[in-house]
């Protein structure tokens, strides 16, 4: 079994997702950078300035420390184990990835581009004839070159 095992984790294939993640986790630190100190801010201010991140209901009201009654900031009431329902979050992380999902798509389809103009269709030789189709033809050829029987 552990030869199996280390036969599946050298195929190629496994390989090249394990480098796939590696970059895919490295990428999405600077999507989520350009989501939430970029593009949510825009975003915020074209609805009115408000940052999506402070949108929340706190479930629990009791449950909220006496020193953050009142508070809008959701780090510290989440810190405080307040219960949260943290929908501007969701819409930061939607929006993130939907910009995941269409820089991605961009990339895939330059890169579909680039492969077509590089491998163009190659014209392919015409193929051999069958041998007795190339026989009849021959044997067509000759008779054609007889002198007519008198």
Do not use: C, W
Request: net charge neutral.
């Amino acid at each position: 079994m552990l030869n199996d095992f280390k036969a599946f984790i050298m195929r190629g294939n496994v390989l090249d997702l394990a480098v796939a993640v590696i970059i895919g986790a490295a990428f999405s630190k600077i999507v989520t950078s350009l989501t939430e100190d970029v593009l949510m801010p825009i975003i915020g201010k074209i609805f009115g300035g408000l940052d999506f991140s402070s949108y929340f209901l706190v479930l629990s009201p009791g449950k909220v420390p006496p020193a953050l009654v009142g508070s809008t900031d959701y780090v510290a009431l989440k810190k405080a184990g307040v219960p949260l329902l943290g929908y501007g979050e969701f819409i930061t992380q939607a929006v993130n990835f939907l910009i995941v999902a269409f820089i991605i798509f961009l990339l895939v389809r330059s890169v579909n581009r680039v492969l077509a103009f590089h491998h163009k269709p190659v014209e392919e030789a015409p193929k051999a004839e069958p041998a007795d189709l190339v026989l009849l033809r021959e044997i067509r050829d000759e008779l054609r070159q007889r002198p007519p029987a008198a």
